[in-house]
């Protein structure tokens, strides 16, 4: 079975620009996560879906991020405009409705902003 | 809020022998699930293993194997027969089995590298 699919592996782009990463989850599964990955923080959680809706969003770090899932294949989330500090590993994570199902990763993106 | 403990930055062991990696927990809640995953230098996300809170049988998965004492909020990892492919940053997560929330509460990792 495909696991999480999360394109493009890197990227890297110039300040200022709008940054898309694009995450499918394993079919099947009800929630979808994304994380952000950095030295100074480690592993954060930014949001999380339900059946494709989003349940919690506190840990958007500010406007400049959103995310969505228009689908249960399909999650984006987008940086714009994009700042140096937005530099990390973003994860996208996917697990089945109960609770003791560990969540699967994707391999990550990892975002350099210059 | 609860919050995941890694007291361990970095960890070493030698080829075929045994380590545990340490990992505290602050919660108020008595339901909950605890997680190990490893990264390796691929950027990989692995679930090592996993513990649910109302039980006391410790968890195993073949060369690795937890310690968990639930009074001490402790979740120690401990690998036997240590091999190269070990080496990794592991990870020690939280998760809460009450209020709705499906949110993972990580530690700050423990990098584990393994000498032929």
């Known amino acids: 079975d495909a696991g999480v699919i999360q394109s493009p592996r890197h990227e890297v782009t110039e300040m200022g620009q709008e940054v898309t990463l694009r995450c499918k989850p394993i079919?099947?599964?009800?929630?979808l996560f994304w994380y952000r990955q950095t030295m100074m923080r480690g592993l954060e959680l930014l949001i999380y879906?339900?059946?494709?809706?989003?349940?919690?969003d506190s840990g958007m770090p500010e406007d400049r991020f959103s995310a969505k899932m228009p689908n249960a294949s399909f999650s984006t989330l987008k940086i714009q405009p994009s700042e140096p500090r937005d530099s990390a590993v973003y994860f996208c994570?996917?697990?089945?409705?109960?609770?003791?199902?560990?969540?699967?990763f994707g391999d990550g993106t990892r975002l350099s902003i210059l | 809020a609860q919050t995941v403990t890694q007291s361990q930055p970095e960890m070493s062991v030698q080829e075929a022998e045994t380590v545990t990696l340490s990992c505290t927990y602050d919660?108020?809640?008595?339901?909950?699930?605890l997680f190990w995953y490893k990264q390796p230098p691929s950027r990989q996300m692995i679930l090592v293993i996993r513990?649910?809170?109302?039980?006391?049988q410790n968890a195993t998965e073949n060369r690795f194997s937890v310690n968990f004492q639930k009074a001490a909020k402790s979740f120690s990892l401990k690998i036997s027969d240590s091999q190269l492919g070990d080496a990794a940053m592991y990870f020690c997560a939280y998760r809460s089995a009450q209020g709705g929330s499906e949110k993972l509460v990580f530690g700050k990792g423990t990098k584990l590298t393994v000498n032929p």
């Open positions: 919660t108020s809640e008595s339901d909950y699930y």
């Open positions: 079919s099947g599964h009800d929630y």
């Open positions: 879906f339900n059946n494709n809706v989003p349940i919690d």
């Open positions: 513990q649910e809170a109302y039980k006391q």
């Open positions: 994570a996917s697990s089945l409705r109960y609770r003791y199902q560990p969540q699967h």
